[in-house]
């Protein structure tokens, strides 16, 4: 039997988890602060703040996992970067790794982030030799988890994982972020500002982020795998393909907002870890991929403004 | 008013500071989860277990001080080099950081310690060059601990500093530690075994490191800082002194317990902040302290054996 405890099964990534992980045959648990059942059959939803107090080690002992795919972390648009929340978020996490391996966990995988390394070493991002140097109090706690779990680990004799993401669109994504926040305008025939755009970045689907973590969490691979496409591209041909399929190149007004000063030039990874060691690949192209995103936003716009 | 919230005042270190932090005026108040009260007018004893579920942040709630001094940890000789028992310690400690900062806390200093950095570096270990690479957990979890305190005391405006502890040595220390299992050897005529006894380190008595820590929080010095005397000296060394002050030469036989595989030939820190920036400077030469330690131990065991 494996049954895989998976923490953010609502969020962003982790709704797009729970058939990826049915399909590899793992019977899920699935902690929510939420209401605790949407009919799905295939998951067992169990109520839990993973933030209240000895929630983690409650948690383990009453669902006994063997696998952990730890998904669940502070995420507010602007706020999550530097906000005090991350330090619970840190605490709970710690003390969900240290619960999972004292009952007998086998294999552990944690959504890491693109914000451990330093943006400022030559590009791609590669897992064994790119520092690991946060500019944001996010990164900072990601990186502390990474080092503190995979010390943890290895002493504890689990396989453990860590899957760093990179940029990501899709479904019931923040809507103030790059890819809503442009779909959004131009659906609306509002003008779409954007920084310069020249910055390099990797796009994935987020469907793909989150079978990449079931494959991930399936496989046999150890340590910091990068979660991407292995294509990079600019921002600005982004916002072109999705102008382009709204009629919104008129809309799309580039360098009308200034980019963060911490902004890199570029920042993608190197994938081979991901392609070669776990054996995986996009479903998504990354015109597809968009297309999706845009297809869905469309249809939500479509049902808050009605017929 | 400075009211400092000192953490592990029964301990080996936390019990020498209470003196030294009333000399500087502080109001002192002291969670314990053993008997909370000494009959100590100076100290305000709180009945908390630190690592139960939300006590950090109830602790700070009810004392709500304007000073913290972190000195608790897991430290079960033998033990804690690599138990699981430092990742409740890391959890409670980064939410304890996160209340003291969100209820208004001003000030705090934290223990850190000599394993954070990278043993095989060259020696001395300097605050500002000598990299950080814990060959423990232990040292993982204070590492994390000292990156996400840090960059979470900078964002959140408070004053942080960091004291990294390298050897002691005085009353309470653990029986089975170098200096009181030497000294307990030779006050009972037994044979006092010992490594080569080449190993390079830096020696303090507690009351001095407790002093230190003292002066630490009581100055406005950032970041970390070395704890130490600033001169180096060879295992073997101490255990000559010890041995020549209760005519055990003959019992010491230095070599005939192996140096463990990861024991660094040397071991010191760069005292130079610790020294000019908070203006401290030990109390104890290395000899006096040694004779204190030995006089300390002379009693327990007269204790125990009766006259």
Redesign the interface.
């Known amino acids: 039997l494996n049954r895989v405890l998976i923490t953010g099964a609502r969020g962003f990534i982790g709704r797009h988890a729970l058939r990826p992980l049915a399909e590899r045959g793992y019977e899920i648990v699935a902690p929510t602060s939420g209401v605790a059942s949407n009919g799905d059959p295939a998951v067992r939803w169990v109520a839990c703040d993973l933030l209240a107090?000895?929630a983690a080690e409650r948690l383990i002992a009453e669902t006994q996992p063997t696998h952990l795919l730890h998904l669940a972390w502070y995420t507010e648009h602007g706020r999550f970067w530097?906000g005090?929340e991350?330090?619970?978020w840190?605490?709970?996490s710690?003390?969900l790794?240290?619960a999972f391996?004292?009952a007998g966990g086998r294999r552990a995988v944690i959504a890491g982030s693109c914000t451990e390394y330093d943006w400022s070493a030559p590009q791609p991002c590669c897992e064994s030799s790119t520092p690991l140097r946060?500019h944001t109090?996010y990164g900072?706690?990601k990186?502390?988890?990474f080092?503190?779990a995979s010390?943890?680990a290895a002493?504890?004799g689990i396989s453990l994982a860590w899957g760093r993401i990179f940029l990501l669109h899709g479904p019931h994504e923040g809507a103030a972020r790059f890819v809503p926040s442009l779909v959004r305008a131009m659906l609306a025939g509002r003008p779409a500002p954007m920084t310069h755009g020249l910055q390099r970045r990797d796009f994935l689907h987020v469907a793909d982020v989150a079978d990449a973590f079931a494959a991930l969490l399936d496989s046999a691979v150890t340590g910091p795998v990068n979660i991407g496409s292995g294509e990079p591209v600019r921002l600005l041909d982004v916002a072109t393909h999705i102008a382009h399929r709204l009629d919104g190149i008129p809309l799309l007004h580039a360098g009308a907002l200034p980019a963060r000063p911490d902004d890199p030039d570029a920042l993608y990874p190197d994938v081979a870890r991901l392609r070669d060691e776990v054996g995986w690949a996009p479903h998504f192209s990354l015109a597809d991929g968009l297309d999706d995103s845009i297809a869905w936003w469309r249809s939500q716009d479509a049902a808050v403004t009605g017929p």
Chains 1, 2 share one sequence.
């Open positions: 107090a000895g530097n005090r991350n330090l619970p840190l605490a709970a710690v003390q790794v240290d391996a004292a946060p109090l900072t706690c990186k502390a988890l080092e503190v010390a943890h002493l504890a």
